[in-house]
């Protein structure tokens, strides 16, 4: 891919996501009008547009950042590649070989080796071609996709011979090769080097999608004569950006776009599964055209957070010719101190882990609802070119196992409405979250913001203090530090709330290096937007095995005490309160509450138990003590089993009938040391929070539990 301008008239992003005072933001704006755009700071209330609730509400908050800043265009370069920013220095005759595993033969010109005009590639055909200067020779068969080659480039200075070469590993295959000559052509070798793209007027492009392992540059032309120049061992520094030259002369490079490491190679038997135990069966790097990780944007406005700002969500808004958009960020409280005793966690890995979702059932029909309802207008499913989500696939086919907030994402602005079919709100993540910030700012709670970064990087000390600790909706993507934090708080007398479904279910990773970048491979088990290759389950980024927390013996009931059980469409119905509920103990749970059915209304789905649900199992980890308040009941057709719960069509993992097992269960458990736990198992239960005002039942057992946790 080319160089690219966003198609969107304003639209920016900030870094980094969360701060504390005395932090620093910056922001980067692309404004494709003249003259100046406007910024405005806001702190985010509500941010569901839905006219039957608050609808979207933000308080203007007196900053220096507010004013007009200068206007611009911004682009994006996306694509991966390695680069050598100093290439081998070759006279005269030289050699390129590497091992390929094409995945879009005949999908354009793709680049696997460029140096100093000299260029092995795929030709528009999809077969392997050389390039000296401008004579170009192709062997004209195009190379089957998801298969390893060898292949070779030779150039020969004194007779002007082009001569490339490719052997299928396959037993099928036969090689392949083709001359020609480019008489006049002198190699000006030692400048910049590209793997898996060319240069052209200065930008990177013409992108290779597939794996390539250990491209490699000789002196000379022939096998008898070649003397090696630089080989780059991609199985070294796998957590790293960096790749190793293992050649004489230490040409290191690195990799731009993050591509995906820890990849399986042209060696690869099955024999291991781990990269870390036989790493020279994992040499390869799998690129692609679409890879995108930081768009690289220049800061256009930059701000300290004063020391009185208070913890919460804010947006800074930015307009121009009346095109708005509106950029989140979470504004924590100092470090080692609070200013509350109830702290939001708000989950910013899986924020950005869904950030910019292209939904396979998005339908443009849905548009008239956000413009009826003044929601955002632009949807990650029209501008794929901003870079989608771990929940979809690159071009190629393979899934998209990385992503970051370095880029606009669409999907975490006010007014975003994620699924647009029903009456309901139809809100996801940033948007779903607001309804407990409206709730918690309309019952005049105190409140503190931490985000997953925090608990990542500080683990259990960035709660220290707090009474009280809930989540959100939906705090699916965890790493280990992030759950060792959570479980340290709880088991050192901390109070904790889950209020959302489907949660501590993946297992992520951070970079070492670039912090804004996550991982995720999906691995065996679980509800899969793609399934990750055989011998690819291990993470490049830390060699943790990915997939689910489950499959690593951390079920979510380990935590929270319930955990993913039923998958259906964004439709929500009630709990049914038990008979263990009315014991005398739990009555401070349900004081002021006297409806037997809980939450049969709702913004998200029309009702508390919806979408993504979760149920209690002492199998898996929820402790002996629990106590079930409530159970949901009457869930439509749509409602599925997860598959980790599924054995056969037959029988399921807990041996009990399939719907009995499509539930969510209201839970409460004390935890030794004084801890305890309150979990509700549903993604929808949070958009009954506001439903009348906030005067119903649902809101009434959160403010009970809430207030007794912070009492």
Not at 171 to 179: F, M, N, Q, V
Not at 580 to 592: K, M, N, Q, T, V
């Amino acid at each position: 891919m080319t160089y690219q301008l966003p198609r969107i008239p304003i639209i920016g992003y900030c870094d980094p996501l969360s701060v504390r005072p005395g932090g620093t933001v910056s922001f980067k704006v692309s404004a494709s009008g003249q003259g100046a755009f406007t910024a405005r700071l806001m702190r985010s209330i509500c941010a569901d547009p839905n006219p039957a609730g608050p609808g979207i509400v933000e308080e203007a908050v007196e900053a220096s950042i507010n004013g007009d800043y200068p206007a611009r265009q911004q682009g994006f370069n996306p694509g991966s590649y390695a680069l050598i920013p100093k290439g081998p220095a070759i006279p005269d005759d030289v050699t390129f070989t590497a091992k390929v595993w094409p995945t879009l033969p005949g999908d354009g010109e793709q680049v696997i080796m460029s140096l100093s005009g000299v260029e092995l590639f795929l030709d528009e055909s999809g077969a392997l071609a050389g390039r000296a200067g401008e004579t170009v020779v192709s062997t004209g068969r195009k190379l089957s996709p998801r298969k390893w080659y060898s292949v070779r480039l030779s150039y020969h200075c004194a007779s002007g011979t082009l001569t490339v070469e490719e052997s299928p590993k396959d037993i099928w295959g036969e090689p392949a090769l083709a001359t020609g000559n480019a008489d006049g052509f002198t190699p000006h070798l030692g400048g910049p080097m590209l793997v898996a793209a060319g240069l052209r007027d200065g930008q990177a492009g013409r992108h290779f999608d597939g794996k390539i392992e250990a491209p490699t540059v000789f002196a000379a032309d022939s096998a008898e004569a070649r003397k090696l120049a630089a080989r780059w061992d991609f199985a070294r520094s796998t957590s790293s950006i960096g790749i190793k030259d293992v050649g004489p002369h230490g040409l290191h490079g690195r990799l731009v776009n993050h591509p995906a490491r820890a990849m399986t190679g042209y060696d690869w038997d099955g024999s291991e599964m781990n990269w870390q135990h036989k790493p020279e069966h994992y040499g390869a790097i799998h690129f692609h055209r679409d890879d995108i990780y930081d768009f690289g944007w220049e800061t256009d406005v930059e701000w300290t957070v004063p020391d009185d700002l208070p913890s919460g969500i804010y947006v800074l808004r930015i307009a121009q010719d009346g095109h708005e958009d509106a950029i989140p960020f979470f504004v924590c409280p100092p470090k080692g101190k609070r200013t509350a005793d109830l702290c939001v966690l708000v989950s910013t890995f899986t924020y950005t882990i869904y950030g910019n979702h292209s939904r396979p059932d998005f339908k443009p029909e849905w548009k008239e609802k956000f413009d009826r309802w003044n929601g955002y207008p632009w949807n990650p499913a029209e501008y794929e070119e901003l870079g989608c989500s771990t929940y979809n696939f690159h071009k190629d086919g393979s899934g998209i196992c990385h992503c970051s907030h370095l880029r606009p994402l669409l999907n975490t602005r006010p007014g975003y409405i994620t699924m647009g079919y029903g009456d309901s709100s139809g809100l996801r993540h940033f948007q779903a979250d607001s309804h407990l910030i409206w709730w918690l700012h309309e019952k005049g709670i105190p409140f503190d913001i931490v985000t997953d970064r925090e608990l990542h990087e500080e683990g259990a000390e960035a709660l220290t203090g707090y009474k009280a600790v809930t989540t959100g909706s939906h705090p699916e993507y965890h790493t280990p530090e992030t759950l060792d934090a959570l479980l340290g708080y709880r088991n050192n007398g901390g109070k904790f709330l889950y209020l959302g479904g489907n949660g501590f279910y993946w297992r992520v990773a951070v970079h070492p290096e670039e912090k804004g970048i996550i991982e995720i491979r999906r691995a065996e088990g679980g509800i899969r937007a793609w399934a990750a290759e055989p011998g690819e389950y291990f993470m490049a980024f830390n060699g943790g095995y990915g997939g689910l927390w489950r499959r690593n013996g951390r079920p979510p009931q380990h935590l929270a005490g319930v955990g993913f059980t039923s998958q259906g469409q964004f439709e929500g119905t009630y709990y049914r309160r038990t008979e263990e509920s009315r014991e005398p103990d739990l009555a401070w749970i349900f004081d002021g509450v006297e409806d037997d059915v809980l939450g049969d209304f709702g913004f998200s789905g029309g009702g508390a138990a919806g979408y993504e649900l979760d149920r209690a199992d002492v199998r898996l980890g929820s402790p002996e003590n629990v106590r079930i308040l409530a159970v949901s009941e009457n869930h439509p057709a749509s409602f599925v089993l997860v598959p980790e719960e599924l054995l056969t069509h037959l029988t399921t993992w807990a041996m009990q009938p399939i719907d009995e097992l499509i539930r969510a269960d209201m839970i409460y458990f004390d935890v030794p040391g004084g801890g305890a736990v309150f979990s509700v198992g549903s993604i929808t239960f949070c958009g009954s929070l506001p439903w009348n005002g906030g005067n119903n039942n649902i809101s009434r057992i959160v403010e009970n539990v809430i207030r007794r946790f912070t009492a």
